[in-house]
Protein backbone atom coordinates (compact mmCIF):
# COMPACT_ATOMS: atom_id res chain seq x y z
CA UNK A 1 0.00 0.00 0.00
CA UNK A 2 3.04 2.22 0.90
CA UNK A 3 4.52 1.27 -2.59
CA UNK A 4 1.28 2.48 -4.26
CA UNK A 5 0.89 6.34 -2.12
CA UNK A 6 4.34 6.53 -3.15
CA UNK A 7 4.25 5.89 -6.93
CA UNK A 8 0.61 8.23 -6.66
CA UNK A 9 2.83 11.00 -4.98
CA UNK A 10 5.39 10.96 -7.51
CA UNK A 11 2.98 10.81 -10.63
CA UNK A 12 1.74 13.88 -9.41
CA UNK A 13 4.77 15.71 -9.04
CA UNK A 14 5.38 14.63 -12.30
CA UNK A 15 2.32 16.04 -14.10
CA UNK A 16 2.97 19.31 -11.78
CA UNK A 17 6.58 19.49 -13.22
CA UNK A 18 5.23 18.91 -16.96
CA UNK A 19 5.46 21.77 -19.19
CA UNK A 20 2.83 23.89 -19.70
CA UNK A 21 0.92 23.10 -22.88
CA UNK A 22 -2.35 25.10 -24.51
CA UNK A 23 -5.81 24.35 -24.15
CA UNK A 24 -6.64 21.76 -27.36
CA UNK A 25 -9.77 24.14 -27.96
CA UNK A 26 -10.65 27.16 -28.11
CA UNK A 27 -12.60 28.67 -24.68
CA UNK A 28 -15.89 28.75 -26.15
CA UNK A 29 -16.12 25.22 -26.84
CA UNK A 30 -15.79 24.12 -22.73
CA UNK A 31 -18.76 26.34 -21.90
CA UNK A 32 -22.27 24.49 -21.42
CA UNK A 33 -24.50 23.15 -18.33
CA UNK A 34 -23.31 20.34 -16.84
CA UNK A 35 -24.69 18.24 -14.18
CA UNK A 36 -22.75 16.34 -11.35
CA UNK A 37 -24.28 13.92 -8.91
CA UNK A 38 -21.94 15.39 -6.22
CA UNK A 39 -22.46 19.42 -6.89
CA UNK A 40 -25.82 19.26 -8.96
CA UNK A 41 -26.11 21.43 -11.84
CA UNK A 42 -22.83 23.40 -13.03
CA UNK A 43 -22.56 26.24 -15.67
CA UNK A 44 -19.49 27.34 -17.61
CA UNK A 45 -20.01 30.06 -19.31
CA UNK A 46 -17.15 32.44 -21.23
CA UNK A 47 -17.01 35.88 -19.26
CA UNK A 48 -14.46 38.58 -20.45
CA UNK A 49 -12.62 35.92 -22.17
CA UNK A 50 -12.41 34.33 -18.86
CA UNK A 51 -14.13 30.47 -18.57
CA UNK A 52 -16.60 30.66 -15.33
CA UNK A 53 -18.07 27.88 -13.52
CA UNK A 54 -21.46 28.71 -11.28
CA UNK A 55 -22.95 26.69 -9.00
CA UNK A 56 -26.58 27.15 -6.89
CA UNK A 57 -24.22 27.85 -3.89
CA UNK A 58 -20.65 28.81 -5.49
CA UNK A 59 -18.96 30.32 -8.20
CA UNK A 60 -15.38 30.64 -9.35
CA UNK A 61 -13.11 31.35 -12.48
CA UNK A 62 -11.95 28.48 -14.14
CA UNK A 63 -7.84 29.03 -15.01
CA UNK A 64 -6.33 27.33 -17.33
CA UNK A 65 -3.48 24.42 -16.25
CA UNK A 66 -2.25 22.68 -19.04
CA UNK A 67 -4.12 20.52 -22.09
CA UNK A 68 -7.85 20.18 -20.71
CA UNK A 69 -6.96 20.97 -17.62
CA UNK A 70 -8.66 23.82 -15.96
CA UNK A 71 -8.29 25.06 -12.36
CA UNK A 72 -11.22 26.34 -10.21
CA UNK A 73 -10.20 30.04 -8.30
CA UNK A 74 -12.54 30.11 -5.78
Known sequence: EED?????QE???AAQAA???PATLPL?????NYNSKLYGPI???LENGALTLA????SAVLNHDRAN???ARW
Open 11 to 13: ARR
Open 19 to 21: PKS
Open 55 to 58: RPTA
Open 4 to 8: KTKAA
Open 69 to 71: LFK
Open 43 to 45: KVA
Open 28 to 32: ASYTG
